[in-house]
């Protein structure tokens, strides 16, 4: 198998570790036979084993080599020629290490990012980036999962343009991190598909509810925990006209004329895989926007995180507070700030979405641009 070759980095360990060999080397040669310290230096290869490209490695392994038995062979005269053949035999055994370090670290590197460039792959499949864009409705915003490395989690969104007008949804998986991302995952795809063809939103959450369902029959068999998710869907089919309905999800924010009012439109019903459990089925509310007005939706973990004093992220305070920012420096803007509220430490995945119509003035002067997105 060939040595993996990566693109070079930076000259400064090599250098620093030859150069340590080099004046060890000659610390030996001009101090006597009393003295001998350059078999200590078998750490330099090893370090560049760990920090260099496999070509750098090979090069600080034979300067070491070719050093060490130079010492050993011409600086030490009262040695036996056995102890010399040891101490050049013990140098090429350190080098030939260094180098096999070097390959295996070099390799493992190299599945490391294949393996997170198709993890990263599947994951932006699922979920995709902000801005959201579906006809005229545009959806700005933040996704932080709580897991480290994850770009994904237990909260999902989406917004699609369909037949039946302009549908979003955002929803928040009962749990965080990767077991949640299966139970996301399946009412995701069920919301992309139903929104195509169901009339209402009604029938939208019911096909969600039966694709957990399964997936949740799925999951008792297995042995695996089942999962609910909370959901909150927004229909737009005309100018004035809208229909939210929720499925035990939060409240969302309405801005209009610069104030911000908490909707809690269609409150009350059950999350999606709890449906079961009452009679009543799930009604969406009807609303009617009015031009200007944009909506801010969120999942918990952005309104119950909490600061280093044990407050809960005053979400409605800090909207109201940036309410003349549009919505992309709004959503970037209400990150920054939820950071540095809970000082990085977010115990839960947190979602925000900022919602307004494209004005009429950009629909009309990029008719084309808007029917892509």
Same mark, same amino acid.
Request: proline residues 5%; glycine residues 10%.
């Given at each position: 198998?060939?040595?993996?070759?990566?693109?070079?980095?930076?000259?400064?360990?090599?250098?620093?570790?030859?150069?340590?060999?080099?004046?060890?080397?000659?610390?030996?040669?001009?101090?006597?036979?009393?003295?001998?310290?350059?078999?200590?230096?078998?750490?330099?290869?090893?370090?560049?084993?760990?920090?260099?490209?496999?070509?750098?490695?090979?090069?600080?392994?034979?300067?070491?080599?070719?050093?060490?038995?130079?010492?050993?062979?011409?600086?030490?005269?009262?040695?036996?020629?056995?102890?010399?053949?040891?101490?050049?035999?013990?140098?090429?055994?350190?080098?030939?290490?260094?180098?096999?370090?070097?390959?295996?670290?070099?390799?493992?590197?190299?599945?490391?990012?294949?393996?997170?460039?198709?993890?990263?792959?599947?994951?932006?499949?699922?979920?995709? +980036?902000?801005?959201?864009?579906?006809?005229?409705?545009? &959806?700005?915003?933040?996704? @932080?999962? /709580?897991?480290?490395? =994850? !770009? $994904?989690?237990?909260?999902?969104?989406?917004?699609?343009?369909?037949?039946?007008?302009?549908?979003?949804?955002?929803?928040?998986?009962?749990?965080?991190?990767?077991?949640?991302?299966?139970?996301?995952l399946e009412v995701l795809a069920s919301f992309r598909e139903a929104a195509?063809?169901?009339?209402?939103?009604?029938?939208?959450?019911?096909?969600?509810?039966?694709?957990?369902?399964?997936?949740?029959?799925?999951?008792? +068999?297995?042995?695996?925990?089942?999962?609910?998710?909370? &959901?909150?869907?927004?229909? @737009?089919? /005309?100018?004035?006209? =809208? !229909? $939210?309905?929720?499925?035990?999800?939060?409240?969302?924010?309405?801005?209009?004329?610069?104030?911000?009012?908490?909707?809690?439109?269609?409150?009350?019903?059950?999350?999606?895989?709890?449906?079961?459990?009452?009679?009543?089925?799930?009604?969406?509310?009807?609303?009617?926007?009015?031009?200007?007005?944009?909506?801010?939706?969120?999942?918990?973990?952005?309104?119950?995180?909490?600061?280093?004093?044990?407050?809960?992220?005053?979400?409605?305070?800090?909207?109201?507070?940036?309410?003349?920012?549009?919505?992309?420096?709004?959503?970037?803007?209400? !990150?920054?700030?939820?950071?540095?509220?809970?000082?990085?430490?977010?115990?839960?995945?947190?979602?925000?979405?900022?919602?307004?119509?494209?004005?009429?003035?950009?629909?009309?002067?990029?008719?084309?641009?808007?029917?892509?997105?």
């Amino acid at each position: 198998m060939s040595a993996p070759h990566p693109t070079e980095g930076g000259l400064l360990a090599p250098v620093l570790l030859i150069l340590a060999i080099l004046v060890v080397a000659t610390l030996d040669a001009t101090t006597g036979p009393e003295l001998h310290i350059s078999g200590f230096m078998g750490i330099a290869p090893l370090v560049a084993a760990l920090r260099c490209s496999y070509r750098r490695t090979l090069l600080v392994a034979v300067v070491y080599v070719v050093v060490l038995t130079y010492v050993d062979l011409l600086t030490v005269p009262d040695w036996a020629p056995a102890s010399r053949v040891v101490g050049v035999f013990g140098a090429f055994l350190v080098g030939v290490f260094a180098l096999v370090l070097c390959r295996t670290r070099l390799q493992r590197e190299a599945l490391h990012a294949r393996t997170s460039l198709v993890a990263d792959t599947m994951q932006r499949a699922m979920l995709r +980036e902000l801005p959201l864009r579906a006809g005229t409705l545009e &959806a700005y915003g933040f996704y @932080v999962s /709580a897991q480290e490395g =994850a !770009r $994904v989690g237990g909260d999902i969104y989406e917004a699609v343009d369909t037949p039946h007008g302009l549908r979003l949804l955002i929803g928040d998986v009962q749990g965080k991190g990767m077991p949640a991302i299966g139970a996301g995952l399946e009412v995701l795809a069920s919301f992309r598909e139903a929104a195509q063809y169901q009339d209402s939103l009604e029938g939208v959450a019911g096909r969600m509810e039966q694709a957990l369902t399964r997936y949740n029959a799925r999951s008792a +068999e297995e042995g695996t925990d089942e999962r609910f998710v909370t &959901a909150l869907l927004l229909e @737009v089919r /005309a100018p004035g006209r =809208a !229909r $939210v309905l929720s499925c035990g999800h939060i409240p969302y924010y309405l801005v209009r004329d610069g104030l911000v009012h908490e909707r809690s439109d269609g409150e009350g019903a059950l999350p999606l895989g709890l449906g079961g459990l009452h009679r009543e089925p799930r009604r969406s509310v009807l609303v009617r926007p009015q031009p200007g007005d944009w909506a801010v939706l969120c999942t918990d973990g952005v309104t119950e995180a909490r600061g280093g004093d044990g407050r809960f992220y005053p979400l409605a305070e800090r909207i109201a507070a940036r309410v003349d920012l549009e919505p992309a420096d709004l959503a970037r803007a209400l !990150r920054a700030d939820l950071e540095d509220f809970t000082g990085g430490r977010l115990k839960d995945d947190a979602t925000l979405l900022v919602v307004r119509r494209t004005p009429a003035e950009a629909v009309a002067a990029a008719p084309v641009r808007s029917a892509a997105a």
